[in-house]
């Protein structure tokens, strides 16, 4: 397999402050990365897709001055969640393409106050 | 529109047991069918995949049968065990750095 990070694991903040999600692929280089949000007993609902180099790709209804992705390197993607709210709390999962395979991180869960 | 649909949303097998997870896809160009197994406050472990070349495929107790003239697969646990215990995804995907299509998971109870 391959080992995708995602860091932090929790976090919480206020309500207005801004928080950032490193994800990297630690054995393998991805050119694709993507960006899921997950509520409590559901599927994963995709957020982005991010291609290293590139403006990332967003779903309808994400919104991308909300949620700032930044694809730097072929090992690191960053979720920003701007101006958080309290409906931004969720569980933010990271993923990271290798050949056809995709890789899921461990997950970060946002708690805004 | 879902264009994976899983089923059944919810399953209890014995330990032992055989539980068989079903997911449906209308999408032909799909062409690559992972299995994901996910924890409670963890990420998607990527458990089997399978391509529509093959009919089956066998990884420890693990089982993905394939049939491509119906536009079904399945997972079957093999001598199920309460650590099995998760919530599993189907999804598919085609060609290029099109993102996976999911199933919406079900939740597997392996009791003792």
């Known amino acids: 397999g391959a080992v995708v990070s995602q860091h932090p694991s929790w976090v919480i903040c206020k309500s207005g402050t801004s928080v950032k999600i490193e994800c990297r692929s630690l054995?393998?280089?991805?050119?694709?990365m993507f960006w899921y949000r997950q509520f409590p007993k559901q599927s994963l609902m995709l957020m982005a897709t991010?291609?290293?180099?590139?403006?990332?790709?967003?779903e309808q209804g994400v919104e991308k001055d909300k949620f700032l992705i930044n694809h730097a390197s072929l090992t690191l993607s960053t979720l920003t969640v701007t101006s958080a709210h309290p409906e931004d709390s969720s569980f933010y999962i990271c993923?990271?393409?290798?050949?056809?395979?995709?890789?899921f991180g461990p997950g970060t869960r946002l708690t805004v106050t | 529109q879902q264009q994976v649909k899983q089923s059944p949303q919810s399953l209890i097998v014995q330990k032992g047991g055989i539980p068989i997870i079903n997911c449906a896809y209308e999408?032909?160009?799909?062409?690559?069918f992972p299995w994901y197994q996910q924890f409670p406050g963890k990420g998607p472990a990527l458990l089997i995949a399978?391509?529509?070349?093959?009919s089956e495929k066998k990884e420890g107790r693990f089982t993905i049968s394939f049939n491509k003239s119906a536009k079904q697969f399945s997972l079957h646990i093999m001598d199920s065990q309460p650590g099995d215990s998760a919530t599993y995804f189907c999804?598919?995907?085609?060609?290029?750095?099109?993102?996976?299509?999911f199933g919406k998971g079900t939740r597997l109870s392996v009791i003792a």
């Open positions: 993923s990271a393409r290798k050949s056809y395979e995709q890789y």
């Open positions: 999408n032909t160009a799909f062409d690559y």
């Open positions: 054995d393998f280089q991805a050119t694709t």
């Open positions: 399978i391509r529509p070349d093959v």
């Open positions: 991010s291609n290293e180099g590139s403006k990332a790709t967003y």
């Open positions: 999804a598919a995907v085609s060609q290029g750095n099109t993102p996976l299509v």
